[in-house]
């Protein structure tokens, strides 16, 4: 009987056992949530914002920085901080590609992560420091407060190897740049939205010289093209030297939707943003935007929210780095 009893109990505890061990196969890996530090680093979310202020208070140009971030970043492949990784002797970052031309001020990034990890240290993602510095960048430019999860890991290798599979260029069709965004889940008011961000910003002339030479394009407004070839007056310009065009000369530092208006007057700098205007499947949304900040705001906010969720590491995938810029591996 004591055997029996012996047995019924090891039997028991095994099945139990077994049980656990299926439920945690099974289990999904956590996702991003609101407010995924509250218990971890509650204060995090504040230094981010004091910090994203701080440095914008100092250099304007931080802002238009953590905007771009996000969009060299997310839209190829996860939303990982990927992009802050520098180059290994076996790897190039994707900071250093050509697509990636014109993108700066990381180092202030790790400024952020400095003051988050004498906070919490060892907690707090690089992943989520670069979304959440966007989230903050877009309301120093007078955009929306976009309310983002967090709950992001770091990747642990560059994909410039693929990120011209993801990455839609300024020269590229509207109908690329679409499909592109598509992949990701964001429609086509939604792409017309984020192009939006050149509202703020500039363009080098390294990237538009080709419309003004060694013809000037007949679809640009004609009263923009002596502006644009005065900021840009050579045909092959150094592209370490500091020329560019404001993307909006009327408002340059703040995002609204004069972008919009720009483009209906043939006075955007790129192809894909006079594209955007004509496109018959885009343009209704760009008249639209143009009437409409509210529905430009709405619209952009919903478009950021996805591009941020785009394929996350999350729950035990990916690290959590000590420096943005490095691996944990590497140190």
């Known amino acids: 009987m004591k055997a029996k009893a012996i047995f019924f109990f090891t039997l028991l505890t095994f099945t139990a056992v077994s049980l656990r061990s299926a439920f945690a196969d099974n289990e999904e890996e ?20 004091e910090q994203v202020r701080l440095l914008y208070k100092r250099h304007k140009n931080t802002a238009f920085s953590w905007l771009r971030n996000i969009f060299h970043d997310c839209a ?4 990982d901080a990927s992009l802050l990784l520098d180059s290994t002797r076996r ?17 202030y990034i790790e400024t952020i992560k400095e003051a988050v990890e004498r906070e919490c240290p060892g907690v707090v993602s690089c ?5 959440l510095s966007a989230r903050d960048g877009i309301v120093s430019l007078g955009g929306p407060y976009i309310p983002l999860k967090t709950g992001r890991r770091d990747g642990r290798k560059s994909r410039a190897d693929i990120l011209e599979q993801h990455l839609p260029d300024h020269n590229e069709s509207i109908s690329v740049v679409l499909e592109r965004f598509a992949a990701m889940g964001i429609n086509t008011p939604g792409v017309v939205a984020l192009l939006g961000a050149h509202s703020v910003g500039r363009t080098h002339c390294v990237k538009l010289v080709h419309r003004l030479y060694p013809e000037v394009d007949p679809a640009i407004n ?20 500091v020329q560019y065009v404001r993307n909006d000369r009327g408002t340059p530092m703040v995002l609204d ?10 006075k955007g700098l790129l192809i894909v943003d006079h594209q955007l205007a004509q496109d018959k499947r885009t343009k209704p949304y760009v008249k639209k935007m143009a009437k409409s900040q509210d529905y430009f705001f709405k619209e952009f906010s919903r478009a950021i929210t996805i591009l ?20 944990n591996k590497l140190h």
Do not use: W
């Open 127 to 131: 992943a989520d420091i670069l979304v």
């Open 91 to 107: 790897s190039l970052s994707e900071k250093e590609t050509d697509r990636s031309f014109g993108l700066r001020n990381f180092r």
């Open 257 to 266: 939707n004069n972008y919009y208006r720009n483009i209906l007057d043939n």
């Open 76 to 79: 190829v492949e996860s939303c």
């Open 222 to 241: 004609p009263s923009h093209v002596e502006h644009m070839l005065h900021k840009c007056p050579d045909s092959i310009p150094d592209p370490k030297a």
């Open 308 to 327: 941020s969720e785009n394929n996350p590491l999350t729950g035990s995938k990916g690290e959590i780095r000590k420096q943005c810029n490095v691996a």
């Open 30 to 49: 956590p996702g991003l949530v609101m407010n995924s530090y509250k218990d971890t680093c509650p204060q995090a979310e504040d230094i981010i914002r």
